[in-house]
Nanobody, 125 residues
Framework: EVQLAESGGGLVQAGGSLRLSCSAS????????IGWFRQAPGKEREGVSC????????YYDDSVKGRFTISIDNAKNTVFLQMNSLKPEDTANYYC??????????????????WGKGTLVTVSS
């Protein structure tokens, strides 16, 4: 039922910033976890950050701690990922996904149920 749409990707130089948005339609985020995942060519999909719409609890992968921040606007059915100090190794397709709020502590892709189509982030040296 829920449909997800990502936006905000693009080309940025190393050290720059981008803000990704994930908007939901057809259903609110209430009772769900929302996560950001990324997949580079030839690489496995990995969890970047997750947040619970119920209590605001969060998870960050070690590779992005201190650089990325996830936030949620429940009224607007939108989740954001603020990405600072970007590195070339951050280059990937970034996907928004939803699942049960209990998955937040481990934020694994196989725990998520619905996915957006992705937005490409390219970080140049």
């Amino acid at each position: 039922e829920v449909q997800l749409a990502e936006s905000g990707g693009g080309l940025v130089q190393a050290g720059g910033s981008l803000r990704l948005s994930c908007s939901a339609s057809g259903e609110t985020f209430e009772g769900y976890a929302i996560g950001w995942f990324r997949q580079a060519p030839g690489k496995e999909r990995e969890g970047v950050s997750c947040i619970s719409s119920d209590d605001g609890s969060t998870y960050y992968d070690d590779s992005v701690k201190g650089r990325f921040t996830i936030s949620i606007d429940n009224a607007k059915n939108t989740v954001f990922l603020q990405m600072n100090s970007l590195k070339p190794e951050d280059t990937a397709n970034y996907y928004c996904a939803t699942g049960p709020h209990e998955v937040v502590p481990w934020c694994r892709s196989y725990g998520m149920d619905y996915w957006g189509k992705g937005t490409l982030v390219t970080v140049s040296s």
